[in-house]
């Protein structure tokens, strides 16, 4: 069975010979505090510090590497001028690429904010939409036929016949509409001024959609995942019924037109607690979510005993038993195994890999999460 006839078939309930081994992405602190515990310093990427951990812990088997991904732009075009507006002893004001202003450390540039691959704690001084005016401007950067969204003709023959996941990621509305009006003002918002809000939801998705649209002609990706942090810790970030209201049609309206087009997963990514929001999910064609995090209150277990096999999901291993390690690690990794055996699930740190665990327990951790999926 190759990677993504496997990768399918665990998370639609399919007979996988083994469910994919995808421990978790550390990031480029949880890297550097790694090589000072031992990674090799030419290990540099996720993929290869995993592969790494499963070789210590004696595995044989070939990881499966992502593949070449079929890129789909959805992001504005032109973004923003970034620069530096102004520079103190230890930090600095910047426009970014999406307009907003913010004050980061001197550590990082304006144009690291572009694709960052570590955390950056910001102070946000203003975001770009603030007028009704600010969003008919920030309309005209959202061309979905603008030839720069898709590859080059020809770009797509070598996907045809892949043998490796394809997966589309798009901002959700609530997600996009953050990125708009900044996380505060889009929920207050809600109240003060729903008309707005009506308007950007509709934009977004009939922008996604036409994006899509355009991109399903030249190949047929096997996930269309939205981005959608929109819950914390115990609630969702606006309530269930004004999830319904405002955001529901433009959920079911994506859910058919990649179910139209063969797409096999539709997935939501949020964080925080998610027990309200996946009926939602369910109803809108939506059949995978993540990181599912246990700090949260998500709990596996008894999503699969409410929802049954209407949703697949992917992470759910708490970050905290994996830097605890021993016992702790150990009880987490027997935890979820019930729902690794019943399928529908591939197990994963429940967000990024952070850097207060140690290299020698992730590497414990990879070997009981290869045992606990055929991988050893």
């Not at 510090?49 to 732009?73: D, H, I, K, Q, S």
């Amino acid at each position: 069975m190759d990677p993504r006839q496997r990768y399918l078939q665990t998370l639609l309930f399919g007979a996988p010979d083994r469910v994919p081994l995808d421990p978790g992405v550390g990031r480029k602190s949880t890297l550097a505090a790694w090589h000072a515990q031992g990674l090799p310093a030419d290990i540099n990427t996720a993929d290869d510090a995993n592969e790494y951990a499963y070789r210590l812990a004696g595995g044989t088997l070939p990881l499966p590497r992502a593949g070449e991904p079929f890129p789909v732009n959805e992001r504005m075009i032109p973004t923003f001028e970034e620069k530096v507006l102004e520079r103190g002893e230890r930090t600095q004001i910047v426009q970014d690429w999406k307009g907003n202003i913010c004050e980061i450390s001197n550590d990082y540039s304006v144009e690291y904010l572009r694709n960052p691959i570590d955390f950056v704690t910001r102070r946000w001084i203003r975001c770009p939409v603030e007028t009704w005016d600010d969003w008919r401007a920030m309309q005209a950067r959202y061309d979905p036929d603008d030839p720069a969204r898709l590859p080059a003709a020809g770009a797509a023959e070598r996907f045809w016949q892949r043998d490796w996941i394809v997966q589309w990621k798009m901002a959700g509305p609530f997600w996009q509409m953050r990125e708009w009006l900044g996380f505060e003002r889009l929920c207050t918002t809600f109240y003060d001024d729903p008309r707005l809000i009506r308007d950007m939801v509709a934009f977004w998705e009939a922008f996604i959609a036409r994006l899509l649209q355009n991109a399903f002609r030249y190949v047929i990706p096997d996930i269309f995942y939205i981005s959608e942090d929109m819950a914390y810790k115990q609630f969702s970030m606006i309530s269930p019924a004004m999830t319904r209201e405002f955001l529901f049609p433009t959920y079911r309206r994506w859910g058919r037109l990649v179910r139209d087009a063969g797409v096999p997963i539709y997935a939501v990514d949020s964080d925080g607690y998610i027990g309200q929001l996946i009926p939602i999910w369910i109803e809108a064609g939506a059949n995978v979510c993540d990181p599912i995090e246990v700090a949260a209150g998500n709990d596996l277990a008894a999503f699969r005993r409410q929802f049954g096999r209407r949703m697949a999901y992917r992470g759910g291993i708490d970050k905290r038993a994996i830097a605890a390690g021993s016992a702790e690690l150990e009880a987490e990794i027997q935890r979820v195994a019930p729902v690794i055996d019943d399928g529908g699930y591939i197990p994963s740190c429940d967000h990024g890999v952070p850097a207060d665990v140690p290299w020698s327990n992730y590497v414990h951790y990879v070997e009981l999460l290869a045992r606990a999926t055929g991988w050893l």
